[in-house]
């Protein structure tokens, strides 16, 4: 929805044009629909006034997504962080080739999923000893974040008598350019550097490991295709070298993944079919290098952030000073990304709409700019600022969409007490 001087307030019959980023809901009568049911459906279902929903079709329909684009030789897995809600996890396990984890808690998820342990992965900088020897024991593969943490799980291989499954997590010389965060080139926590790890292959072979292969991940949220066909072309050429510097052959190569997906106005879906196109030619290029060993691109948001809404009630309804402020009963609390305290330098507004308002062709809507706020008594509490919105009252829905990624696990629920949200998928 555009965005309006303070106070200003405009009549309008619908037929108003959806913005983009929020076209992947229906609507009925007004009413936004998540999975089919209206918001105070769902209310009455978990006999809540806030929670996060999903929409498990729109989550297949992104799998489906990725997989018409790219080469079916590349497997896709899930970054579990990004929404590890367990029936969110249940609903990607057929559809996914694996799972990526960042805690022993994720991992234990992944594993009880049904997911076989060979195509779960763990990467994360500071995996403690516990950790190590759970994926260890588990067989999961450890994606070895730097020279120090390889010689501990050599150690704790033996100690737990199982022999550890690693790839080498490579931080390397270039750059995912235009990426919302950037996790490669340059100095990192991330990853043993380009410069070292060769060294540290001439001495794997007489490790008791198994070397699996290799994790180059180079960063998130990216819409740009040029900057992802960039940093695979650098990715696959690396990667070859590695290969062949390998005591044996090696049998997965992750290729990282960063696919953003648009949070802003003005932003547009990533475009995967020159990516694609690109993977298909380095494919052939790479053919004989790569030859037996999987290939793997790792995404989180992409899969699920356009699949969820969060969904809040308007408790009060305030003028100050010419500002018109619609005080919710969800806040960043629940839903720091969208407060813009989490990465974002300058905060900018999710899609949001009413949801129990949505303007539609029968009806006439009255618009009005407001600012929603949460119920924490900080000016960070902000969940869409001077936006131009159906004219709304207590009661109503306030609904933030690209909402199903980072969402509960990303946000701090304990702070000033309020009660933790509900999450559904339907
Ligand atoms: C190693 C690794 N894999 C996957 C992801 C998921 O990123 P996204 O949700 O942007 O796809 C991240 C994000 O930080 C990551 O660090």
């Known amino acids: 929805m555009s965005t309006a001087a303070a106070g200003e307030m405009t009549s309008a019959t619908a037929q108003l ?36 929903a999903y929409d498990r079709n729109i989550i297949t329909q992104q799998v489906q997504r990725f997989r018409q684009a790219l080469p079916a030789r590349i497997k896709l897995h899930y970054a579990v962080k990004a929404n590890p809600y367990w029936p969110v996890v249940q609903h990607l396990k057929p559809l996914v080739d694996g799972f990526d984890v960042a805690s022993q808690k994720e991992m234990l998820l992944a594993v009880q999923s049904g997911m076989a342990v060979q195509d779960i992965s763990f990467a994360g900088p500071g995996k403690t000893d516990a950790e190590l020897s759970a994926a260890i024991t588990l067989g999961v593969t450890l994606n070895v974040e730097s020279v120090s943490e390889l010689a501990r799980i050599c150690r704790l291989g033996q100690e737990c008598g199982s022999t550890p499954q ?5 931080n390397p010389a270039f750059e995912l350019k235009a990426s919302g965060m950037k996790m490669a080139g340059g100095a990192k926590p991330f990853g043993i550097d380009e410069e070292q790890v060769f060294a540290v292959l001439a001495d794997i072979g007489a490790m008791p490991l198994r070397l699996r292969g290799f994790h180059i991940f180079c960063g998130s949220q990216n819409l740009k295709a040029d900057a992802l066909i960039e940093a695979h072309q650098h990715t696959f050429a690396l ?3 590695l290969v062949a510097a390998c005591p044996y052959r090696p049998d997965l190569i992750n290729l990282g993944g960063g696919f953003g997906i648009p949070y802003f106005a003005g932003e547009k879906r990533l475009d995967l079919t020159p990516v694609g196109q690109s993977l298909n030619a380095l494919l052939q290029r790479y053919h004989d290098d790569f030859s037996g060993i999987e290939l793997v691109i790792e995404l989180g948001r992409f899969l699920v952030a356009e699949a969820g809404v969060y969904a809040c009630q308007v408790v009060d309804k305030k003028v100050s000073r010419g500002t018109t402020y619609l005080v919710c009963n969800g806040g960043l609390h629940h839903h720091l990304a969208n407060s813009g305290n989490f990465g974002q330098v300058i905060r900018k507004n999710y899609p949001v709409a009413i949801g129990n308002k949505m303007p539609h062709s029968n009806s006439s809507t009255t618009f009005e700019t407001v600012t929603a706020v949460g119920p924490l008594c900080t000016p ?30 990303a946000s701090p629920q304990d702070f000033l007490g309020h009660a933790a949200v509900t999450e559904i998928l339907l």
């Open 239 to 241: 990667a070859a070298k």
């Open 17 to 52: 044009p959806q913005h983009e980023l929020m076209s992947q809901f229906a609507q009925h009568n007004g009413q936004l629909l998540v999975g089919g049911f209206s918001l105070s459906a769902i209310s009455r279902m978990l006999n809540k006034t806030v929670f996060y």
């Open 166 to 170: 690693v790839a080498l997590r490579v």
């Open 380 to 409: 960070l509490d902000i969940l869409a600022d001077k936006v131009s919105l159906p004219q709304a009252e207590p009661g109503d829905w306030l609904v933030v969409y690209q909402s199903g990624a980072y969402g509960p696990t």
